[in-house]
């Protein structure tokens, strides 16, 4: 009888604990399942902002680089060195956000701060807007103040820096002043005295020879001509032994070129000599370049805009 109670005892203990452990596998069971199934992303713990107040948002992978070639998504950014990176299913831990965030920051100051590559064509020097006059050009290389010495010749050009800002009428030398320039070329050639185009130009404006739109008058050349002692006369532009033969004489001659090679519109310009081969030297006032090459007189005489030249020569 004592050995059948406490058999009876036994299945009892063992009822309960199995009634227990099936009751604690339901409870784990339904818990598991309202994890899984039920909690919204703000509930879920995994999908918590990584740093606390900051959003984040990756930033978009443009389809194409500057260059043309295709960008790669995985190397558009710079990730974390693999040491430093995160088990893939925990993402980026709030030191590494932090560093990401510096990186790009630091990324961005330096493509704000880079310098700009330097132009093929240089910068144009710094000029004065009202200079005093001088006769000898600060922003002009030896080079172009040598110009024609060695005969005799003063050159100048008109967008000097102590010319190109200087009024002349309701403009400026350094984009109407050809003419003023051009004489005080001649004149300063010719005489031995130096003429400042800026002189020139006063005169002109004086005695109404500048032409509001145009620039200067023609009469301006033979009026200033006469004023400095010199004698003027003109010859044909198909008259080429005559202009060879007054160049080869050591005279000086003045035409007006119209659009094409020397001007858009119209432009004064010097013949300054002529070479045993019957080429002519010029000057351009407004590019050295071309004053120290060779021209042939009929490459001349097709960009005239009149059909004649002065020729100018002491009296």
């Known amino acids: 009888m004592q050995s059948s109670d406490k058999q009876r005892h036994i299945a009892k203990c063992l009822l309960g604990g199995a009634l227990c452990w099936s009751a604690v596998a339901i409870s784990v069971s339904l818990l598991l399942g309202g994890s899984f199934s039920n909690a919204s992303p703000a509930e879920n713990p995994a999908e918590e902002p990584l740093l606390s107040g900051v959003a984040y948002t990756a930033p978009a992978l443009p389809l194409y680089a500057d260059d043309g070639t295709t960008l790669l998504p995985n190397n558009s950014l710079a990730l974390p060195e693999p040491e430093d990176?995160?088990?893939?299913?925990?993402?980026?831990?709030?030191?590494?956000?932090?560093?990401?965030?510096?990186?790009?920051?630091?990324?961005?100051?330096?493509?704000?701060?880079?310098?700009?590559?330097?132009?093929?064509?240089?910068?144009?020097?710094?000029?004065?807007?009202?200079?005093?006059v001088s006769d000898t050009p600060s922003d002009s290389?030896?080079?172009?103040?040598?110009?024609?010495?060695?005969?005799?010749?003063?050159?100048?050009?008109?967008?000097?820096?102590?010319?190109?800002?200087?009024?002349?009428?309701?403009?400026?030398?350094?984009?109407?002043?050809?003419?003023?320039?051009?004489?005080?070329?001649?004149?300063?050639?010719?005489?031995?005295?130096?003429?400042?185009?800026i002189t020139l130009a006063r005169y002109a404006e004086r005695n109404g020879m500048f032409v509001s739109g145009s620039g200067t008058a023609y009469a301006f050349i033979t009026a200033i001509a006469d004023e400095y002692g010199l004698k003027v006369t003109t010859?044909?532009?198909?008259?080429?032994?005559?202009l060879q033969n007054a160049l080869s004489d050591g005279k000086l001659a003045l035409t007006v070129m119209g659009p094409g090679i020397f001007s858009r519109g119209g432009h004064f310009l010097t013949l300054r000599g002529i070479t045993g081969d019957g080429s002519i030297r010029i000057a351009d006032s407004i590019s050295y370049e071309k004053s120290v090459k060779l021209w042939s007189a009929s490459t001349l005489a097709s960009q005239m805009k009149i059909d004649y030249y002065w020729i100018f020569e002491k009296k």
């Open 85 to 132: 990176a995160a088990a893939p299913s925990e993402g980026l831990t709030e030191k590494q956000m932090l560093a990401w965030l510096e990186e790009q920051k630091k990324q961005e100051q330096e493509q704000q701060t880079q310098t700009p590559e330097t132009p093929d064509k240089p910068s144009e020097p710094e000029r004065p807007s009202a200079p005093e």
């Open 141 to 197: 290389t030896s080079d172009e103040r040598a110009l024609g010495s060695e005969e005799g010749f003063v050159y100048y050009r008109q967008d000097w820096g102590e010319y190109k800002n200087v009024s002349y009428g309701n403009q400026t030398l350094g984009a109407y002043g050809c003419g003023p320039t051009n004489m005080a070329m001649i004149i300063s050639s010719l005489t031995g005295e130096r003429v400042s185009p």
């Open 235 to 242: 010859c044909a532009r198909s008259d080429y032994a005559t």
